[in-house]
């Protein structure tokens, strides 16, 4: 189970993949960013080419809602994780839409290739001095999620006429660690019936 500082790690994450395997000189000055809302409409926020990764929605994975407590090497019992889901809209930027879509291709082959995210491209990026935000071994799925219409309608009309080709992908069951112990009960050691005793009055 990873710390909530999981969903920023995870938008990272994924930019920097993109970077890494980034084939150059053919996007000689492509860049991968995270974007928030107020980026699609700020042209100063993106450079000329490249790809934004924007985080439009997140859910928890209700088909893992009860998970039992954790229980951690030491011990120490933990409320159960908080299991979700996070949605990524995936926009290539360029000046031409050949080469938006030759980036589109570029960065959904990318993806494909590398649906599990290792621990150790997830904890690249560190939040806490003290912690990683992932444990050792765990790793993250992300696959394309098909956006419905009227998602996308909905996600786009604040931008209007700035409306982008985009892929939808999804991270599924980053499990969100609890910092809150559970009490344990000692546990029962006899059993005692004192049934037979009961006096009669």
Known sequence: MATYHAIAAIGQAIVSLLDDQCPRPEFAGA??????ASDFTDNT???KEGASLYLYRVAVNSTRRNLPPCRTPDGRLYRPPMPLDLYYLLTPWAETAEKQQLL????????E???ILPTNLLNRFHYSPDTETFREGEMVELV????????????WYPFMPNVHLSVGYVARMVAIASTLQETEAPPVQTRVFDFGKAGVS
């Open 31 to 36: 860049q991968f960013l995270v974007f928030q």
């Open 45 to 47: 926020s993106r450079a």
């Open 104 to 111: 589109l291709g570029f960065c959904m082959r990318t993806l």
């Open 113 to 115: 290739d590398m649906t």
């Open 144 to 155: 394309s999620d098909p956006i419905s219409l009227q998602d996308l309608t909905s996600i």
